[in-house]
């Protein structure tokens, strides 16, 4: 935060121009510790230290220049977990889903949040997310709309209307970054490199994949717009195509429950980074191939190059 103390380590060498930076941490004792580490690291049979850094480490305090603090752990999908039960309807129809949502208290306690009612199978349409100290959940009411929750009052607080365009899309699982999923302690406010990049994700977008109706031979991708849900407004679109990915064995920690790994790792078929402001997304994608002549599917191939514009 703002006008707080970091202590940056230096390794200092005679007759280099510029001291290399080795982190910055919240405390002189821990700087101290990590000196300690790097002054007893061993390279090749010899010192590293008296070799690269021969003036030995300098820890020197630095005033941190921005508000951002990193947000507290664990992430929302690693503190929610859900429980649910089938509800059956008139014969020749599918089950709806109850749908109860707890927050962990610790290792085995659970709070009990709030209830919701999906008109289909569940899948894996929850994901709770934070946007500033507001904790928020995508969820399905509607197979064929996303809504966002309110996990403070249990209240659906946006939704897709029917007018949606691209509407009749039914989405099985949604993702939205949290910061721990794309940082690490190695870097806080006050860092030598520290940039507006390190600032994000805000939760204020995201994804979800689903089916389009009459569609259901494998899921694709859409755009998830956040930053207006406190306001009533969630916008979905499809930028990124008629593209179906790989979403292979992935299932929310939030469905799977005390079997899940926490931390839980970031969906494995979707992959973030951004640098100089410029955000990139890769996705792991379903591509078939013609054995014979290596050529990739036409219709699959028209959905990788088509003008993203003209969908829109």
Known sequence: MRGDIVFRIYGVHAGRDKDSYFGAYRSRAEAEREVAALAAKVMHGENWA???????????????????????RPKPRDAYVIERAAVPNAPG???STRVEVFRRQGPTEREHVCGYTRDHALFQTFEPFRQGNR???????AYTRTAVLDLRTGEVIAEETE????GGFCPVGFYVPDWWDVNDDSTIP?????????EWPTGDFGFVWGCHWGDDSSWKIEYLDLRRVQDGILIRDNRFGYVAVANGRYVSPCVVGDAATRPSPP????ELHRHAGVTKVRFALELD???DSGRVDAEQHAALVRDPDADR
């Open 267 to 270: 969906p494995d078929f979707i």
């Open 50 to 72: 008296r070799r690269y850094h021969d003036q030995g480490f300098a820890i020197r305090e630095h005033v941190v220049t921005t508000d951002f603090e990193p947000p507290p």
């Open 93 to 95: 129809t599918w089950d």
């Open 163 to 166: 007018a949606t365009p691209g």
């Open 190 to 198: 006050g860092s030598e490199y520290w940039n507006a990049d390190d």
């Open 135 to 141: 904790e928020l959940a995508l969820v399905s009411l």
């Open 289 to 291: 191939f013609d054995l």
